[in-house]
């Protein structure tokens, strides 16, 4: 069974850091573009950013309200995407998911809470 | 900045066929994805490069592109198809994911 598991959300002061991550199992990990979206408490989905495989110099892209503030990475000999958060505004709280993105073989975490306050 | 517009809710009865829009300027050019979220759940995809399922998702979701709207199709509708529907593409330009603003589908 595939699985993607998001851990290290958690409360935090305006201004602070917080570092995600997303563990994927039953998959080949390597293989995959890895993406981040984020829900604030009752709104839609709003993209974060992605890095893409090795095979693709895990090249990163990034929104533009997270963009120099937030930085990806991976560790592929972990099945392992991180999701560095700093200088952390209100305006990141929500729920924050990993998915592989769209394709035949397409997964989604459960996501982790980001709060800042 | 790129903007995909979806109507904000609709409504259907179970057993007849939902449709839900998507629209862009240039959507022809684009593939668009559809993800499902139901309530307290983390999104699913649905549909992929316009018409294509992913592995698991029942022949009943189906999607299409004329010009610059794309549509996912909910046949037979159930109850437990009620959820938020969102539809997504890449935007070449800024190289970003776009999503729209999400449909709430009601299951009357």
């Known amino acids: 069974e595939v699985q993607l598991v998001e851990s290290g959300g958690g409360l935090v002061k305006p201004g602070g850091s917080l570092r995600l991550s997303c563990a994927g199992s039953g998959l080949r990990f390597s293989d995959f573009y890895m993406t981040w979206v984020r829900q604030a408490p009752g709104k839609g989905l709003e993209w974060v950013g992605r890095i893409k495989s090795q095979v693709d110099a895990e090249t990163t892209d990034y929104a533009t309200p997270v963009k120099g503030r937030f930085i990806l990475s991976r560790d592929d000999s972990k099945s392992t995407v991180y999701l560095q958060m700093d200088s952390l505004q209100v305006e990141d709280t929500g729920v924050y998911y990993c998915t592989t993105g769209p394709g035949l073989q397409s997964y989604w975490g459960q996501g982790t809470l980001v709060a800042v306050s | 900045s790129y903007v995909l517009t979806q109507p904000p809710s609709m409504s259907v009865a179970p057993g007849t066929t939902a449709t839900i829009t998507c629209g862009g300027d240039?959507?022809?050019?684009?593939?668009v994805h559809w993800n499902q979220q139901k309530p307290g759940q983390a999104p699913v995809l649905v549909v992929y490069?316009?018409?294509d399922r992913p592995s698991g998702i029942p022949e009943r979701f189906s999607g299409s592109k004329s010009g610059n709207t794309a549509t996912l199709t909910i046949s037979w509708v159930e109850a437990g198809d009620e959820a938020d529907y969102y539809c997504?593409?890449?935007?070449?330009?800024?190289?970003?994911?776009?999503f729209g603003g999400g449909t709430k589908l009601t299951v009357l």
């Open positions: 997504q593409v890449w935007d070449r330009a800024s190289n970003h994911v776009v």
């Open positions: 240039d959507l022809r050019l684009k593939s």
């Open positions: 490069d316009n018409r």
